[in-house]
């Protein structure tokens, strides 16, 4: 008997050893396949980490391409216009005989913009003549109020503005009972000094009190009937490249017409549609076919033929976010070996 009882209990030893044995080869077996998923993650995440990587590599060399191209079709876009504007500079010396054949239409460098299409690509030019501007430097203060009041500024700011400017023109550091000069310059948080001098570029004017970015630049809004409408953005039309104080009236804007005093927005309007058909030849002509126009608006106003243009270039590509924009004013000028010269010059990329 003692020997049976020795036989069962090696046996139930021999079998409580492999269960244990099992139960171990279990749990390292579920702890390799913990690793191994553990291992799979982590080597997904790098996957997916390192895709990411290089698409973002991918996009930024092809953005690097596409702003290579557009800023070459921007520049294409540029000479286009330019080309286009000394052609059209015989326009007004044979004005007289297109409409005695019946001309109607007006050449692409006065309707204010010209296409090019080339190379997969295109660039678009907005042509901008100066001389539809007022003139910063050389304006009275009357004419720089009521253009402010026009673009939609109140009249307390308008002032402000108008007094800073012209303090800022001026030769001395006496301010305007609303104006700024040196002092108050340097009390800002980046001080700077008034220039008692004429404005070399109109950007210079973000340098003058009361004029916010928001105010040079212009910002989109909408009326009460949802109308869009765009505010202030005194860049469209001021300038300091013209070199008379006198408005084209071939050229200006509605804003800018309509803040010469003796002409109201209704009269500016009716100049701005009768040119679409064919552009004045003079003033007489204009004060003519301009009901109620006065003769102090009419020494504010000319015919002259421009030779100083703004032109904006934007450089696209199809299928492509990226958009070069090249902002420059020229001067024509027959006697220079090109035909031209460059008065400023402004690049920029643009993503839509």
């Known amino acids: 008997m003692p020997v049976l009882l020795e036989v069962n209990f ?4 021999s079998d409580s050893f492999k269960v244990d044995s099992m139960k171990r080869d279990r749990q390292q077996a579920g702890a390799i396949l913990i690793m191994v998923l553990w291992v799979m993650v982590a080597m997904s995440l790098l996957a997916v980490s390192f895709s990411a990587s290089i698409r973002t590599e991918v996009n930024a060399a092809r953005n690097v391409v596409d702003q290579k191209e557009s800023y070459y079709l921007s520049r294409a876009g540029i000479e286009y216009a ?6 059209s500079q015989s326009v007004f010396a044979q004005l007289q005989r297109r409409r005695e054949e019946g001309f109607q239409s007006l050449p692409p460098v006065l309707t204010g913009s010209v ?3 080339m190379g997969g690509g295109s660039a678009s030019v907005q042509i901008i003549d100066e001389t539809g501007k007022i003139n910063v430097n050389l304006a009275p203060n009357y004419l720089l109020y009521n253009l402010l009041i026009g673009v939609g500024i109140e009249e307390q700011e308008a002032q402000i ?5 012209e303090d800022w023109r001026d030769r001395d550091d006496l301010h305007r009972l609303n104006g700024a000069e040196s002092d108050y310059y340097q009390s800002l948080p980046k001080p700077h000094f008034a220039k008692n001098g004429p404005l070399d570029v109109p950007e ?3 340098l003058v009190r009361g004029i916010t970015p928001e105010i040079y630049y212009g910002r989109k809004g909408t009326t009460e009937s949802g109308e869009q409408v765009e505010y202030y953005g005194l860049q469209k039309y001021l ?3 013209a070199s008379i104080n006198r408005i084209n009236v071939n050229s200006a804007s509605v804003p800018v017409l309509a803040a010469v005093p003796g002409l109201d927005r209704e009269a500016a309007e009716l100049i701005y549609a009768m040119r679409q058909e064919a552009p004045f030849l003079n003033i007489t002509e204009v004060m003519e076919k301009i009901p109620g126009i006065s003769t102090e608006a009419g020494r504010l106003l000319s015919t002259v033929r421009s030779n100083v243009y703004t032109l904006i270039s934007d450089g696209h ?8 924009r090249i902002r420059c004013v020229v001067q024509i000028l027959p006697t220079s070996p090109k035909g031209y010269t460059v008065l400023y010059w402004n690049e920029a990329n643009i993503e839509l």
């Open 10 to 13: 090696g046996r139930e030893c």
């Open 82 to 87: 330019i080309y286009k504007v000394i052609e």
């Open 115 to 117: 296409e090019l299409v």
């Open 161 to 165: 503005i108008t007094d800073s400017i």
């Open 204 to 206: 210079e004017l973000l």
């Open 239 to 241: 300038t300091t490249f």
């Open 317 to 324: 590509l199809p299928d492509s976010e990226v958009v070069s």
